[in-house]
Antibody
Framework: EVQLVQSGAEVKKPGESLKISCKGSGYGFSDYWIAWIRQVPGKGLEYMGSIHPRDFDTRYNPSFQGQVTFSVDRSIDTAYLQWVSLKTSDTAIYYC????????????WGQGTSVNVSS | VLTQSPGTLSLSPGDRATVSCRASQRVDSAYLAWLQQKAGQAPRLLMYATSYRATGTPDRFSGSLSGADFTLTITRLAPEDSATYFCQQYGNFPPTFGQGTKLEIK
């Protein structure tokens, strides 16, 4: 069974750093792209970008370029989304999802990680 | 930009629901998906390439394209269909989502 299991909820202060994770199982982790999607509470979905675990090819949505960093640790089939300095506007639920290519559907989704940034 | 209508739909069990998604620029039918998000849950892929059901999607769900309007149709509504439905295009980078249509089952 394909699963993407994300790390738990986070409560942070503005200016702090954060790295959340997405662990894949039940499939060849290096064979599929991992996308990150943001959902502000009560709002819609925003695609942040994708990373391919095999060669670390990374595609950022220009709206998020420079604001976040994607990474992967192939040894533990885990993808990461990282912030160096959080803002209150980063408060959202972050989902990871799997796709065959950058231009194919997001077939499987993680359960989401809630990030609350507040002073 | 993908614009969905209506924003909210309130229907009864057994009814038929129709959700529309209009793209401001051309979207190839091979690159349009529908996602279902139930309250407190992650989105789930429902349909892809306009009319193909994802694994586990009941055949009460169907998708179509007419001109620039993509449509998700749900027949014989059941209480478990209560959710927010999003369209998504993934043919043009970056992929984008519609703003969502909330379906309430009375």
């Amino acid at each position: 069974e394909v699963q993407l299991v994300q790390s738990g909820a986070e409560v942070k202060k503005p200016g702090e750093s954060l790295k959340i994770s997405c662990k894949g199982s039940g499939y060849g982790f290096s064979d599929y792209w991992i996308a990150w999607i943001r959902q502000v509470p009560g709002k819609g979905l925003e695609y942040m970008g994708s990373i391919h675990p095999r060669d670390f090819d990374t595609r950022y949505n220009p709206s998020f370029q420079g604001q976040v960093t994607f990474s992967v640790d192939r040894s533990i089939d885990t993808a990461y989304l990282q912030w160096v300095s959080l803002k209150t506007s980063d408060t959202a639920i972050y989902y990871c999802a799997r796709s065959a290519t950058v231009t194919t559907q997001l077939t499987f989704w993680g359960q989401g990680t809630s990030v609350n940034v507040s002073s | 930009v993908l614009t969905q209508s209506p924003g909210t739909l309130s229907l009864s069990p057994g009814d038929r629901a129709t959700v529309s998604c209009r793209a401001s620029q051309r979207v190839d039918s091979a690159y349009l998906a529908w996602l279902q998000q139930k309250a407190g849950q992650a989105p789930r892929l429902l349909m892809y390439a306009t009319s193909y059901r994802a694994t586990g999607t009941p055949d009460r769900f169907s998708g179509s394209l007419s001109g620039a309007d993509f449509t998700l149709t749900i027949t014989r509504l059941a209480p478990e269909d209560s959710a927010t439905y999003f369209c998504q295009q993934y043919g043009n980078f970056p992929p984008t989502f519609g703003q969502g249509t909330k379906l309430e089952i009375k």
